[in-house]
């Protein structure tokens, strides 16, 4: 009877360890769930952001310039922080296994480019509770990139540009870009030869790495202490200027076309093993629109410009400029 006892009690156990490790599961793939719907809420307005900012400043006149010309530029960026991106919102339906806690059942989260109000989490795996801060923004209304690019006109208008973007932190956010692009002189084919109105366009291509750390968040079966973003982005432009003598007022309209990567650092092979491997099959894409305004003004082979460019952001670009 004994031996009958114990054979009885084998599949009670091993059906009790099934029930808890699909119940195991279960948690885990929705916190997973959870923390990809919040980390790109929280990363996503800062990856615009360096997207925006890599798209300025390419040109300082859309003018022809002569073959062989080399222009080498040193430009500061001032990108400007809208409030509309600092927070995000968050209702508590959306949640699966997180809550917020907090009586609202639709709450205002930080951004990485946000603010520092602190909120808690609240989860549960296998019946464990864990709670942790949500991450905090950088609180601040700007931030400042430099840029070192080189321009070089080889074919009838035709001039290949490259810059680079040492790496930027700003508290515990860093990002750094490089990029390449081409700008063709249009007026030459159509106007007349001695106007000082010039028409170009321009394509251009960014990469850029946005990283963030933030307190380490603790969810029994690993920690997250990172969320990075590797992103793409592609600015198509029309560009014009009006040449004034030494001054020329610049301008254009344009569209940026971008794409992002998501990785989330921390400890713990399993979770971050599964998070990661969702957060590469939910990368996002995104477009948006731009404006430039601009004045250049030139004196012997130097030439000094600003640009202010429009749109989701805005971006204050000086630069100066050396002509070979």
């Known amino acids: 009877m004994k031996v009958i006892a114990r054979l009885t009690l084998i599949p009670i156990g091993l059906l009790f360890s099934i029930s808890t490790f699909a119940q195991s599961n279960q948690d885990i793939d929705d916190v997973v769930s959870d923390l990809i719907l919040l980390s790109q809420r929280y990363i996503n307005p800062a990856a615009k952001g360096v997207s925006y900012q890599a798209s300025s400043g390419w040109y300082s006149t859309?003018?022809?310039?002569?073959?062989?010309?080399?222009?080498?530029?040193?430009?500061?960026?001032?990108l400007v922080l809208p409030e509309k991106f600092k927070t995000f919102t968050v209702n508590q339906s959306e949640l699966i296994n997180l809550s917020i806690l907090t009586p609202d059942q639709v709450v205002e989260l930080p951004t990485s480019i946000g603010g520092t109000d602190i909120l808690e989490l609240e989860g549960s795996i296998n019946d464990e509770v864990f709670r942790f801060d949500a991450p905090e923004g950088i609180d601040e209304d700007y931030v400042s990139q430099v840029n070192i690019q080189a321009a070089l006109t080889f074919w009838k208008g035709t001039t290949l540009m490259a810059r680079l973007s040492p790496k930027i932190k700003v508290k515990e956010t860093s990002y750094n870009t490089f990029g390449v692009g081409l700008h063709h002189n249009l007026s030459q084919w159509f106007g007349q030869p001695d106007s000082n109105f010039s028409l170009g366009a321009m394509v251009a291509y960014s990469n850029f790495n946005v990283e963030d750390t933030f307190t380490n968040i603790n969810l029994v079966i690993g920690n997250l202490n990172s969320v990075a973003v590797q992103g793409d982005?592609?600015?198509?432009?029309?560009?014009?200027?009006?040449?004034?003598?030494?001054f020329a007022i610049t301008g254009g309209i344009g569209l940026i076309s971008s794409s992002f990567d998501y990785e989330v650092g921390g400890d713990g092979d399993l979770i971050l093993s599964i998070l990661n491997r969702v957060l590469n099959d939910t990368s996002n894409s995104n477009t948006q629109f731009k404006a430039d305004l601009g004045l250049d003004y030139q004196f012997s082979d130097f030439s000094i410009n600003t640009m202010a460019t429009f749109g989701d952001f805005l971006n204050i670009m000086l630069g100066v400029n050396y002509n070979l």
Not at 63 to 70: F, I, R, T, V
């Open 62 to 78: 859309a003018e022809q310039k002569h073959q062989w010309n080399l222009e080498v530029s040193v430009q500061g960026g001032l």
């Open 233 to 246: 982005s592609f600015t198509y432009q029309l560009t014009a200027s009006q040449r004034l003598n030494a």
